[in-house]
């Protein structure tokens, strides 16, 4: 995947390796750049599941709510997993880079 690939595409460690590694440099300032700008990208499904998850609740609170909030809760519930499962590959990819150059 690249730094401006599909935010809700799954990416996995051997991507976010090779994306931090096509930067062509070990400068630690180069790595964390390129990281930050693959984060930037893969980041938002979670903030965006944390804001469903919380419309979900408003939504429940209504009359004609609990099946609507149900199901925008479930997908808020995907959306952070898959966010946080893409920062966490981000993260993994960027130690292994450090760790061995």
Known sequence: MSGT????????RE????FLRAAGSQDPD???ARRDQLV????WPKAAGVALATL???TCLT?????AGLAIALAGWWL???????VAAVEAGYAE?????
């Open 5 to 12: 690939g599909h935010p809700l595409a799954p990416l996995d």
């Open 15 to 18: 991507s976010a390796v090779a």
């Open 30 to 32: 180069v790595l964390r």
């Open 40 to 43: 930037r990208t893969v980041r």
């Open 56 to 58: 979900a609740v408003l």
């Open 63 to 67: 009359r004609a709510g609990p099946a």
């Open 80 to 86: 952070w997993r898959r966010g946080a499962r893409n």
């Open 97 to 101: 880079v450090v760790r061995n150059p």
